[in-house]
């Protein structure tokens, strides 16, 4: 038998979730079977996997030792500096490179999450060692080659907050973009379906309802066209994987230098040109929250940084 005492991260969340990522080498089948045998106790009393945690609760676990895994050491290489937009005490707001991915593959570690967490760590503000569960992360994510705003929860009661704030649309992302060739018309919205294909790492867009095709939702407004194309602000009204430039391919604009959605090779150019620039915390005004102080502010990639 183990007992395990709940942390502030470890609050807030459903019992059998928190086991999940606690015990994450134990198959969900005989968690849920050890909350049947009366295994799993909160408090001296039987839990129910739907229980949620509170800070301080005492879990015993009448559970086999193979699956409590004893924590690594904590190692973090040495990487770049992350470009800070935004910070306070429960989120962070980076600016990503293009060419950076969010998070990590088997061959690729150095991610910019992998970079949230060594700035933190070395702040002394995270220390896995001292976690759990939780370790902060991303709300949201852009492509490996666009470059732009997202923002991480460095709590896990802010992250979840960030999290369901996204969902509900109270988080609106505006982007830039240069244009291959202007749309007939010069401010719009686009609605259709997008549909992805995983083995070519690409979506396409359908017209109508579909197995396994999404709804997706873009709003555009054309700023200025000359002779380096055509600049165009775009604000995300879903958030589908690639939906910026699948839909302003589906008008006939593709990005510029996304070669991947139609537009024309250029030179060496392997990215698009789009830049999340701006996230605006459009908070619904009847609701509370550990971030309602950043009810109605924007932040925004400095002009000259552009």
Do not use: W
């Amino acid at each position: 038998m183990k007992t395990i005492t709940a942390g502030k991260n470890d609050a807030g969340q459903r019992l059998d979730k928190f086991l999940l990522k606690f015990l994450n080498s134990m198959p969900k089948s005989l968690l849920y079977k050890a909350f049947r045998k009366k295994r799993i106790k909160v408090n001296g009393k039987k839990a129910d996997a739907t229980y949620v945690l509170m800070e301080n609760d005492v879990l015993e676990l009448y559970i086999n030792d193979e699956f409590f895994l004893e924590k690594k050491k904590v190692s973090f290489a040495a990487l770049p500096l992350i470009d800070i937009i935004y910070e306070d005490e429960n989120i962070l707001i980076a600016d990503k490179p293009k060419g950076v991915l969010m998070h990590g593959t088997k061959t690729d570690q150095k991610t910019l999450t992998s970079n949230l967490l060594a700035y933190l760590y070395n702040k002394g503000e995270y220390n896995p060692r001292n976690e759990q569960s939780f370790s902060p992360a991303f709300a949201n994510r852009i492509d490996r080659n666009t470059r732009g705003l997202v923002v991480a929860g460095k709590n896990a009661a802010s992250l979840r907050e960030l999290n369901e704030r996204i969902r509900n649309g109270e988080i609106k992302k505006f982007y830039i973009c240069m244009l291959s060739k202007e749309p007939v018309q010069r401010s719009g919205e686009i609605e259709t379906y997008l549909k992805k294909d995983r083995a070519k790492n690409k979506v396409y867009v359908c017209d109508k309802e579909d197995i396994g095709a999404q709804y997706a939702k873009t709003r555009y407004n054309v700023l200025k066209t000359g002779k380096d194309g055509v600049l165009c602000e775009v604000e995300l009204i879903t958030g589908r994987t690639h939906q910026i430039r699948a839909h302003m391919a589906y008008i006939g604009c593709p990005i510029s230098g996304d070669v991947k959605y139609g537009a024309q090779k250029d030179g060496e150019k392997t990215y698009q040109e789009l830049v999340s620039y701006k996230l605006l915390f459009d908070f619904k005004e009847s609701k509370e929250g550990e971030l309602s102080y950043l009810a109605g502010r924007s932040f925004t990639i400095p002009q000259n940084k552009l």
